[in-house]
């Protein structure tokens, strides 16, 4: 935000010293300099425009004020879609379905089991160094405050999270559904893409 408002601030005295200059040259010599000043001015936005595309947003836990939002404390563990969290093989029917009937995601928005009674279906949680929880799922180890994280792979639980006794911040509390159309539109929401995009590529190296 500070370099946008850095920029705009450097553009506006450029273009008032320019527009300054060509009044007072004009009026000595006679000639024009609307030419060179449309030049300085598209160098100048070219210049911006660059520099826009290539700022890295910042991660999530520093993009927002998170504090505004109620926090709780969890125990936070990992689990797959996988017969060693679930039970069932790629072969069951009902491999990968949550109890609230979508499918497991990860993504900047992805699906977590809970205790319903404490975090209903639904329930949006924002989980620093994992991301947006949406509480799609339960699990008859998950009692009390307790929240249980998809990731695609074993070795992902193991390696990204494992287990951590954690503050999470509640964004929207569940009305106890969840619809793919719903839990599709969260992730593409266009305000928030810069930072899907970002996630998205650091959780596929």
Same mark, same amino acid.
């Given at each position: 935000? +500070?370099?946008?408002?850095?920029?705009?601030?450097?553009?506006?005295?450029?273009?008032?010293?320019?527009? /300054?200059? #060509?009044?007072?040259?004009?009026?000595?010599?006679?000639?024009?300099?609307?030419?060179?000043?449309?030049?300085?001015?598209?160098?100048?936005?070219?210049?911006? #425009?660059?520099?826009?595309?290539?700022?890295?947003?910042?991660?999530?836990?520093? /993009?927002?004020?998170?504090?505004?939002?109620?926090?709780?404390?969890?125990?936070?563990?990992?689990?797959?879609? &996988?017969?060693?969290?679930?039970?069932?093989?790629? #072969?069951?029917?009902?491999?990968?379905?949550?109890?609230?009937?979508?499918?497991?995601?990860?993504?900047?928005?992805?699906?977590?089991?809970?205790?319903? #009674?404490?975090?209903?279906?639904?329930?949006?949680?924002?989980?620093?160094?994992?991301?947006?929880?949406?509480? /799609?799922?339960? &699990?008859?180890?998950?009692?009390? +405050?307790?929240?249980?994280?998809?990731?695609?792979?074993?070795?992902?639980?193991?390696?990204?999270? &494992?287990?951590?006794?954690?503050?999470?911040?509640?964004?929207?509390?569940?009305?106890?559904?969840?619809?793919?159309?719903?839990?599709? /539109?969260?992730?593409?929401?266009?305000?928030?893409?810069?930072?899907?995009?970002?996630?998205?590529?650091?959780?596929?190296?």
């Amino acid at each position: 935000m +500070n370099k946008t408002q850095n920029w705009i601030k450097r553009f506006t005295m450029t273009l008032l010293f320019l527009l /300054a200059l #060509s009044v007072t040259f004009q009026a000595i010599t006679g000639i024009n300099l609307n030419f060179f000043i449309k030049q300085v001015l598209q160098m100048e936005v070219h210049a911006a #425009s660059s520099q826009t595309v290539n700022e890295t947003p910042p991660p999530l836990e520093e /993009a927002f004020d998170w504090s505004k939002y109620p926090k709780t404390t969890v125990i936070a563990t990992g689990y797959t879609a &996988g017969f060693e969290s679930t039970g069932k093989n790629e #072969s069951h029917p009902e491999y990968g379905i949550t109890y609230s009937g979508v499918k497991v995601k990860r993504d900047l928005y992805s699906t977590v089991a809970a205790d319903l #009674s404490v975090f209903p279906i639904g329930t949006i949680l924002f989980i620093p160094e994992y991301g947006y929880g949406v509480v /799609a799922d339960k &699990g008859g180890a998950i009692k009390g +405050n307790k929240v249980d994280l998809y990731y695609e792979t074993v070795e992902d639980v193991y390696n990204k999270w &494992g287990k951590k006794e954690i503050d999470v911040y509640i964004i929207e509390q569940g009305k106890g559904k969840l619809t793919e159309a719903e839990l599709q /539109a969260l992730n593409e929401d266009k305000t928030m893409q810069v930072f899907r995009q970002q996630y998205i590529s650091s959780e596929r190296k």
